[in-house]
């Protein structure tokens, strides 16, 4: 008991429990985390359960909705409300993977050009700035193409592709800190390079990693919707919230909320992130606070 | 200011030799091309046949140099779908595609320049929280949704618009607006956050205590200077709006670039793909050496770093 409470107290959540709107966040996060965690015990229905005699029907406030479907059914006749909650499972698990990898990725690299300088730094920041010559979601669009659907593909794509933000931003941390004393003490007292760069100098430059990477989840989800919603990320057979909308086009004129529950899902999960995002950067760095 | 142009001439071949390499490295992401051109029925000669024509069998660096001097010559090869030089294609498409973004940035700006200034000078008031919430609330909707949104409100249910297609400017504001969303969001709050940099200095004070009113202080002393890294974020932006231009055509039926490489994809037609990827990658590259050229113009302090 003593301990949870001076958790509580530690200013990370002090500051935390004044910004209103970070908590809005942050229990946005903590429901989608929870319906996407348990997500086959609290659904109605099985996502793919497909019955056509009960398909399209309308959410349950309308005069032909039934109460065991809240949010009505698709074309198949499954349970939207299901699939919405088993789609938070697919956004988030891309989310967070895709970011793992860019952030492994990119702050080992960015840590190295930072450090090493010279043709190292050269050569990866040449390869960040050609990278950066292709508009993101172009360039996922035709790594998808060639590579085909799927979960892993996906993950693989917005993963591999996302380390240049990381790695910019972490090099410059490094420059700004690489001649400063400690660092000297420690190359001084025979510190290898690799001690040096793990030990000293990433806990000094992992603030604006994770700002980067909160902002990034909601970006791979972002871009896990829309590859999803033009039939080129995760297979239709998986409950997506992208796919899910790709599939209520051609019934907008007629059943348009089955246009609108996915995006909804998507918008507020997004809203949640970059809220909390937000807060972190000024959090972490009050000089940019505005 | 001519090092400054040199150095960064010197840049942008290095990248677009980069982005050739990369753009015909995506070919090979599978280990080999053909296995996503070829039908699911062909035979072993028939895929053979295939991968001679195309120029698979040859070693990759031998396939790069005949890509990278036909490129240069604008010779992308020829569509399998269409018969047709995918340059000439892509470039048929192109001034729609132009359009769409173009007018998508110009909306952008336009709104979000007015709703950063009045936001910022009106810090903490309920003008600023709802600008705010909104922008929030446009960085965080998929374009391609709240592109269906707003078909749904004014093509289907209003009937002010048509739902899609490229005939007149009635048609033209659906697809531009839901485009320009997440940028004006994004703009609005950077607009914003720099006026509030620049108000906090000391020739703004300076300029007020000089009895200047409060209108020239904001327009013509702060927000000119506001507006600078603005200038380097139309640049990303153009790239965002190339990217965001694939899907938005794809909701909307556009027939530019962005809808044929979907066909493309869909065709199986990956020299078409490959020609378009490149090109725009290309363009947004020529644009942002512009738009640093530029900003070396207004920020002299860029030319020295």
């Given at each position: 008991m003593e301990s949870r409470k001076s958790l509580w107290e530690k200013p990370f959540f002090r500051a935390l429990r004044r910004a209103r709107l970070a908590k809005f966040g942050v229990a946005v996060l903590f429901l989608v985390v929870v319906v996407a965690l348990a997500a086959p015990l609290l659904?109605?229905?099985?996502?793919?359960?497909?019955v056509i005699t009960r398909r399209l029907l309308p959410p349950q406030?309308?005069?032909?909705?039934q109460v065991e479907f809240p949010l009505g059914t698709d074309q198949l006749g499954r349970d939207v409300l299901s699939r919405v909650m088993h789609g938070a499972r697919i956004s988030l698990i891309v989310g967070v993977s895709a970011v793992a990898i860019a952030g492994t990725l990119g702050i080992t690299l960015g840590l190295v050009s930072g450090y090493f300088g010279g043709r190292v730094d050269d050569l990866i920041m040449r390869i960040a700035e050609i990278q950066m010559a292709f508009p993101p979601l172009l360039l996922f669009i035709a790594a998808m193409s060639v590579l085909g659907q799927g979960l892993l593909n996906v993950i693989l794509v917005l993963g591999v592709s996302g380390w240049v933000n990381y790695a910019r931003v972490v090099r410059g941390a490094v420059l700004s800190v690489r001649e400063l004393d400690y660092v000297e003490a420690a190359r001084a007292m025979g510190g290898t390079s690799l001690r040096i760069i793990f030990r000293h100098i990433l806990r000094n430059v992992v603030a604006p990693a994770i700002v980067i990477a909160s902002f990034s989840v909601a970006q791979s989800i972002l871009a896990e919707s829309s590859l999803s919603f033009l039939g080129l990320g995760v297979p239709s057979s998986v409950p997506t919230w992208g796919s899910m909308l790709a599939d209520a086009r051609t019934y907008i004129r007629h059943q348009p909320w089955l246009s609108v529950f996915p995006g909804v899902a998507i918008m507020l999960t997004v809203l949640g992130i970059n809220v909390v995002g937000d807060w972190l950067r000024d959090y972490l760095d009050p000089k940019v606070k505005t | 200011m001519r090092g400054y142009i040199v150095r960064r001439l010197a840049q942008a071949i290095i990248v677009v030799f980069g982005v050739s390499i990369m753009a015909f490295g995506l070919m090979f992401l599978t280990g080999d091309p053909s296995s996503v051109m070829i039908g699911d029925d062909w035979t072993t000669e028939q895929v053979a046949e295939f991968r001679h024509r195309m120029g698979f069998d040859r070693p990759w660096y031998v396939q790069y140099g005949d890509f990278l001097s036909k490129a240069v010559r604008g010779d992308f090869g020829t569509s399998l779908r269409h018969h047709q030089p995918v340059f000439e294609l892509i470039m048929e498409r192109m001034p729609a595609t132009l359009e769409l973004a173009g007018t998508a940035l110009l909306i952008s700006l336009v709104i979000s320049i007015p709703i950063g200034v009045i936001s910022a000078t009106r810090r903490g008031t309920w003008a600023d929280n709802l600008v705010m919430l909104g922008a929030m609330l446009g960085q965080s909707a998929p374009v391609y949704w709240l592109g269906i949104i707003l078909m749904l409100l004014f093509a289907v249910f209003l009937r002010w618009l048509p739902p899609g297609g490229r005939e007149g400017f009635a048609s033209l504001i659906l697809p531009a607006i839901s485009l320009a969303s997440y940028d004006i969001a994004r703009n609005s709050r950077m607009v914003r956050s720099c006026m509030l940099e620049v108000l906090s200095h000391d020739y703004i004070r300076t300029a007020r205590s000089k009895g200047l009113a409060e209108r020239t202080v904001i327009y013509k002393h702060a927000l000119r200077n506001a507006l600078i890294p603005v200038v380097t974020l139309v640049g990303i932006q153009l790239g965002h709006l190339l990217g965001g231009a694939v899907v938005t055509e794809s909701v909307f039926a556009w027939p530019g670039v962005g809808r044929l490489i979907l066909d493309g994809i869909s065709g199986k037609d990956l020299p078409l793909v490959q020609a378009a990827v490149t090109i725009l990658a290309m363009g947004f590259v020529g644009v942002n050496l512009m738009i640093d050229l530029l900003y070396g113009f207004l920020d002299p302090r860029v030319r020295v770093r």
């Amino acid at each position: 008991m003593e301990s949870r409470k001076s958790l509580w107290e530690k200013p990370f959540f002090r500051a935390l429990r004044r910004a209103r709107l970070a908590k809005f966040g942050v229990a946005v996060l903590f429901l989608v985390v929870v319906v996407a965690l348990a997500a086959p015990l609290l659904t109605p229905h099985e996502p793919n359960d497909v019955v056509i005699t009960r398909r399209l029907l309308p959410p349950q406030w309308s005069p032909k909705g039934q109460v065991e479907f809240p949010l009505g059914t698709d074309q198949l006749g499954r349970d939207v409300l299901s699939r919405v909650m088993h789609g938070a499972r697919i956004s988030l698990i891309v989310g967070v993977s895709a970011v793992a990898i860019a952030g492994t990725l990119g702050i080992t690299l960015g840590l190295v050009s930072g450090y090493f300088g010279g043709r190292v730094d050269d050569l990866i920041m040449r390869i960040a700035e050609i990278q950066m010559a292709f508009p993101p979601l172009l360039l996922f669009i035709a790594a998808m193409s060639v590579l085909g659907q799927g979960l892993l593909n996906v993950i693989l794509v917005l993963g591999v592709s996302g380390w240049v933000n990381y790695a910019r931003v972490v090099r410059g941390a490094v420059l700004s800190v690489r001649e400063l004393d400690y660092v000297e003490a420690a190359r001084a007292m025979g510190g290898t390079s690799l001690r040096i760069i793990f030990r000293h100098i990433l806990r000094n430059v992992v603030a604006p990693a994770i700002v980067i990477a909160s902002f990034s989840v909601a970006q791979s989800i972002l871009a896990e919707s829309s590859l999803s919603f033009l039939g080129l990320g995760v297979p239709s057979s998986v409950p997506t919230w992208g796919s899910m909308l790709a599939d209520a086009r051609t019934y907008i004129r007629h059943q348009p909320w089955l246009s609108v529950f996915p995006g909804v899902a998507i918008m507020l999960t997004v809203l949640g992130i970059n809220v909390v995002g937000d807060w972190l950067r000024d959090y972490l760095d009050p000089k940019v606070k505005t | 200011m001519r090092g400054y142009i040199v150095r960064r001439l010197a840049q942008a071949i290095i990248v677009v030799f980069g982005v050739s390499i990369m753009a015909f490295g995506l070919m090979f992401l599978t280990g080999d091309p053909s296995s996503v051109m070829i039908g699911d029925d062909w035979t072993t000669e028939q895929v053979a046949e295939f991968r001679h024509r195309m120029g698979f069998d040859r070693p990759w660096y031998v396939q790069y140099g005949d890509f990278l001097s036909k490129a240069v010559r604008g010779d992308f090869g020829t569509s399998l779908r269409h018969h047709q030089p995918v340059f000439e294609l892509i470039m048929e498409r192109m001034p729609a595609t132009l359009e769409l973004a173009g007018t998508a940035l110009l909306i952008s700006l336009v709104i979000s320049i007015p709703i950063g200034v009045i936001s910022a000078t009106r810090r903490g008031t309920w003008a600023d929280n709802l600008v705010m919430l909104g922008a929030m609330l446009g960085q965080s909707a998929p374009v391609y949704w709240l592109g269906i949104i707003l078909m749904l409100l004014f093509a289907v249910f209003l009937r002010w618009l048509p739902p899609g297609g490229r005939e007149g400017f009635a048609s033209l504001i659906l697809p531009a607006i839901s485009l320009a969303s997440y940028d004006i969001a994004r703009n609005s709050r950077m607009v914003r956050s720099c006026m509030l940099e620049v108000l906090s200095h000391d020739y703004i004070r300076t300029a007020r205590s000089k009895g200047l009113a409060e209108r020239t202080v904001i327009y013509k002393h702060a927000l000119r200077n506001a507006l600078i890294p603005v200038v380097t974020l139309v640049g990303i932006q153009l790239g965002h709006l190339l990217g965001g231009a694939v899907v938005t055509e794809s909701v909307f039926a556009w027939p530019g670039v962005g809808r044929l490489i979907l066909d493309g994809i869909s065709g199986k037609d990956l020299p078409l793909v490959q020609a378009a990827v490149t090109i725009l990658a290309m363009g947004f590259v020529g644009v942002n050496l512009m738009i640093d050229l530029l900003y070396g113009f207004l920020d002299p302090r860029v030319r020295v770093r």
